[in-house]
């Protein structure tokens, strides 16, 4: 079930909307909701998609569309490396081989700690920063140099 806060949040991304067309708000009620689970399980987009009177379905379409919605558990720091065409010419791919090394693990896995989970995303609007990372979907990362990864690593693993 969703807290009262999230589904108060969800209401507010609601009221943004004419009122017969609440299932407008379904992308920002997925990221509330994500928000507070950590990732959507089917349970959490059925409770969405009732609270928003939409099918199921529907909303897991939009869930399974966008790659920003995990739907399988996920570590709690999520690192999405951007490795789109400007980010992969300008060290992306680099630093991705060394976050990869660093952390033990490939795209889309997590560590044995239960600490991290490795995502490959698309472009975040901020090529200029290249190489950008994204973690937990809010906190951009720019000019990732490996010791700017080694940072990012150290602070997250306190
Ligand atoms: S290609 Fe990476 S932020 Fe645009």
Avoid at 149 to 154: M, N, R, T
Wanted: glycine share 6%; net charge negative.
């Amino acid at each position: 079930m969703l807290s009262a806060e999230s589904l108060r949040s969800i209401d507010r991304e609601v009221s943004k909307y004419p009122t017969d067309q609440k299932q407008s708000a379904v992308m920002g009620a997925l990221r509330i909701a994500q928000q507070e689970k950590r990732w959507l399980s089917s349970e959490t987009i059925e409770e969405v998609a009732n609270y928003l009177g939409m099918p199921p379905m529907a909303v897991y379409e939009v869930a399974s569309f966008y790659n920003m919605y995990d739907l399988k558990p996920v570590a709690e720091h999520k690192i999405t490396v951007c490795t789109n065409l400007p980010c992969a010419l300008s060290g992306a791919v680099d630093a991705a081989e060394y976050l990869k090394a660093k952390l033990g693990i490939g795209f889309n896995e997590t560590t044995a700690d239960g600490k991290f989970t490795l995502k490959e995303g698309e472009c975040m609007g901020a090529c200029g920063d290249a190489p950008v990372m994204l973690h937990n979907n809010h906190k951009m990362c720019c000019k990732m140099t490996t010791v700017e990864i080694d940072k990012l690593i150290e602070e997250l693993s306190k």
